[in-house]
């Protein structure tokens, strides 16, 4: 626990007084600071200036990141005969209907994404207060909800993220593997502050992207110059 604590802190003193950074610079610096056992995740944080309470105001998409997420992604999909032959040649992890419905509800979640066939959503529906929080609920705005679960699948599975602005107006996700390269990382930073740029809601009002920061799992942040993230 001292080693991990040590560790910690002297991320935190190399990172000290940084902000504003290049992407190519921010992604370096952590990738020299990060210290964990595991290989860590590059973290991305953006604040956005918008109340997601309005509905004029939300913001949600998805991102194909060019190197992927370094993530092995389980997927399951809700569709019934053909759709579900389909579904399995496709590589998903879990295809059911009620007995999927079933184990979700007994709360067996052991997956990343969630899609379904338009026919299955009155059955999905029944999962909103489980599926909803844990921002797994196909949607059709996000490519979840489809009749195409060949290409749904392949999506979910070959570095396809999706992203959603939570209540105080900030967008999380991870966007690679520390052990990534530093090109490869940039590369997907500014694909994903591009596709939350292209996102932006007909009611944002003022400056919409405020900050932009990145970090390791288990280090601290840095914020970067947005010019460099490719921002408007």
Request: net charge positive.
């Amino acid at each position: 626990m001292a080693k991990v604590a040590k560790r910690t802190a002297a991320a935190r003193a190399a990172l000290e007084g940084k902000s504003n950074l290049s992407v190519e610079d921010a992604v370096k610096l952590i990738k020299s600071t990060a210290s964990a056992k595991f290989d860590e995740t590059l973290e991305i944080a953006m604040n956005l200036g918008v109340d997601p309470r309005h509905a004029d105001q939300m913001v949600r998409g998805v991102v194909t990141l060019p190197n992927g997420t370094g993530k092995t992604v389980r997927v399951a999909v809700f569709a019934r005969a053909a759709k579900a032959d389909e579904a399995k040649a496709a590589g998903a992890d879990i295809v059911g209907a009620e007995d999927l419905m079933e184990a979700i509800q007994g709360g067996k979640i052991d997956f990343d994404r969630c899609i379904a066939t338009p026919d299955m959503m009155p059955l999905v529906g029944r999962l909103g207060k489980i599926l909803g929080p844990r921002n797994l609920m196909p949607n059709p705005k996000v490519g979840t909800v489809t009749m195409d679960v060949t290409a749904a699948v392949a999506a979910a599975k070959g570095g396809e993220v999706q992203f959603k602005v939570e209540k105080a107006g900030i967008i999380h996700g991870g966007i690679g593997k520390v052990s990534f390269s530093e090109e490869a990382l940039a590369q997907n930073v500014r694909a994903f502050v591009g596709a939350v740029a292209k996102a932006k809601p007909a009611g944002a009002k003022g400056t919409y992207l405020k900050k932009v920061s990145l970090s390791s799992t288990m280090g601290p942040g840095v914020s970067l110059d947005l010019s460099s993230a490719n921002a408007e």
